[in-house]
């Protein structure tokens, strides 16, 4: 991949691709890293730095619009609408590898929780005086009263096959 963005470096296309690339490759591995971690019940050594929210967010929504599960279930049906709001950019002091992922994970969950039909799903970045936020919103029927509280548990999942319950842990 770096071969390739060397060989075209002003082709901004080419750029875009192969950065989502490493990205989405890096993404992978820090994956794998949790889940190793998890099972060796073991701390993941952190990267923490300063990183743009908004660059956080712009990425993920762009990566999350080439994703099948942003479709509905049949081909010819239209794909949900994943809109991007960047009321500011705050610069936070986190992994940048995590939270790519779980913005990610948000967005995959909201357009898992419309994908009986269209919807609409909203990433929004902002900041207000108890910090800055990214917010994911979408128009679907919400997770049921009785599960709420579970949410956040360990592979607790709703999704029976598709799920494996690391999403929000």
Do not use: W
């Amino acid at each position: 991949l770096t071969l390739l963005k060397s060989r075209y470096p002003f082709d901004e296309e080419v750029q875009l691709y192969v950065d989502l690339a490493l990205d989405g490759q890096q993404m992978v591995v820090e994956m794998l890293e949790e889940i190793l971690a998890f099972v060796r019940q073991t701390p993941r050594e952190d990267s923490v730095a300063e990183v743009s929210l908004g660059a956080v967010a712009r990425s993920m929504v762009y990566l999350a619009r080439m994703d099948p599960d942003l479709r509905g279930h049949a081909p010819e049906e239209a794909p949900h609408q994943l809109e991007l709001i960047l009321e500011a950019e705050p610069r936070v002091v986190a992994d940048s590898g995590r939270l790519k992922q779980v913005v990610l994970n948000l967005i995959k969950n909201a357009a898992q929780a419309i994908s009986e039909r269209p919807g609409c799903i909203v990433v929004r970045v902002g900041q207000t005086e108890a910090g800055a936020f990214v917010s994911v919103e979408d128009d679907g029927s919400g997770i049921p009263e009785e599960v709420q509280g579970r949410v956040f548990e360990a592979l607790f999942t709703t999704k029976k096959e598709r799920g494996v319950g690391l999403g929000l842990h």
